[in-house]
């Protein structure tokens, strides 16, 4: 079964702190992805990587940054979390060749964030 | 922003009968639709796709309608069962090979 796998499940956060989301994929696909899910909102992207050191920014990459140093892992970094960011992230991976993906994401399970 | 958006954000069906989701798109650029899933506790999970040179897509139990002319997408159920319940998200692939989200239609399958 292939598998997105999100480090983890709940987080609970003070405002100020630096936040790791891990997120690794065992599909050996070159694309991935983190989307946070708000009611009412749908899925964002946040950003979005091609390739091992590729990342393009999504439509909300403001207060997060991304680190893609192995082609199965895709970290998401939130510098000093603030409470507007208390939400559920998810990581996605897809095939495709760099800069054409398939609509077919994959995702993991996602993880809550509370930023107290 | 998003360019993709569904019209009732909760649909109520009884089990056994047809639902129907819509959705409209508002990029007449977009050529490359998907409908994922999302159970309580779980990421999205892909249905089904459709490409615009379809008007109609089907899969297990589930279709998928295109019309064009007005920009809207509809994803067909039949025979609702109660695995059925869930949050179904439609989604378009821009021209940067982005996929984005509706805000999602929550169905909920009377017994």
């Known amino acids: 079964d292939v598998k997105v796998t999100q480090s983890s499940r709940y987080l609970v956060k003070r405002t100020g702190e630096k936040v790791f989301l891990e997120c690794v994929q065992d599909?050996?696909?070159?694309?991935m992805f983190w989307y946070r899910q708000d009611p009412g909102l749908g899925l964002r992207l946040i950003y979005f990587s091609y390739d091992v050191k590729m990342k393009e920014k999504g439509d909300i990459p403001e207060g997060y940054s991304v680190s893609r140093e192995k082609k199965e892992r895709f970290s998401l970094i939130l510098e000093s979390a603030s409470t507007n960011q208390t939400s559920m992230y998810l990581c996605a991976s897809s095939q495709g060749l760099a800069g054409v993906p398939t609509g077919e994401l994959f995702f993991g399970e996602g993880s809550r964030l509370t930023v107290l | 922003g998003e360019s993709v958006g569904l019209h009732l954000p909760t649909l109520s069906v009884q089990e056994g009968d047809n639902s129907i989701i819509n959705c409209a798109y508002s990029?007449?650029?977009?050529?490359?639709f998907i409908w994922y899933k999302q159970e309580s506790g779980k990421g999205p999970q892909f249905i089904i796709d459709?490409?615009?040179?379809?008007d109609k897509r089907q899969g297990q139990r589930v279709t998928v309608l295109l019309n064009k002319t007005v920009k809207h997408l509809s994803l067909q159920i039949a025979a609702t069962q109660p695995g059925d319940s869930a949050v179904y998200f439609c989604a378009d692939l821009d021209n940067d090979y982005k996929l984005s989200f509706g805000a999602g239609t929550t169905v909920t399958v009377r017994a």
């Open positions: 990029n007449s650029a977009s050529d490359y």
């Open positions: 459709i490409r615009s040179n379809m």
């Open positions: 599909m050996d696909h070159e694309n």
